[in-house]
């Protein structure tokens, strides 16, 4: 049986920005279909924002599937971190988070993912299923963090 430790991935770059002006990029989900492989578009709740208790949806794709998620923002502490639970706090199977660190030359993003619970689609699936998912988010954290840093830096 797989262990919840085991189904994390995540991944950091240096870019060269503020760290208030990449938190708002990625607080601003309505952009994430800019950066991420899979993430093709997010809405808002109307009358939503990028603070704790809002919610937004995702428009994803992976090949040929495509699929949508409802997530929960709960941290949304600006120039710091940014984080959603798929799924919501309550009942939500995934975490996944943003965090801003300045350093020399800029600022370093860390971009996490977390399955939290074993609930939902990720409570029948087999493990081998469930260690290719993780291996999906670290591959699309990999490719996503890339592609901010190549926007932001106007590359």
């Keep these: 049986m797989v262990e919840l430790s085991q189904l994390q991935a995540s991944g950091s770059v240096v870019i060269a920005a503020d760290a208030e002006t990449l938190y708002d990029m990625v607080a601003d989900v309505t952009r994430m279909g800019e ?3 899979a993430c093709t578009s997010c809405a808002w709740d109307e009358g939503a924002s990028a603070e704790p208790g809002s919610w937004f949806t995702g428009q994803n794709q992976l ?4 699929y949508e998620t409802r997530c929960e923002v709960i941290a949304a502490d ?3 971190e940014f984080a959603w639970m798929v799924g ?5 199977p995934a975490l996944w988070r943003y965090r801003f660190t300045p350093v020399d030359g800029g600022t370093e993003v860390e971009e996490s993912s977390a399955v939290v619970r074993l609930t939902g689609p990720f409570a029948e699936m087999p ?3 469930l260690l290719g998912i993780v291996a ?3 591959a699309g954290i990999t490719t996503t963090l890339a592609n901010l840093k190549a926007v932001a830096e106007g590359s």
């Design 35 to 37: 950066w991420s492989p």
């Design 63 to 66: 090949g040929d599937f495509k």
């Design 78 to 80: 600006r120039g710091k």
């Design 88 to 92: 919501g706090v309550t009942d939500g």
């Design 127 to 129: 493990d081998d299923r």
């Design 136 to 138: 999906g988010n670290q």
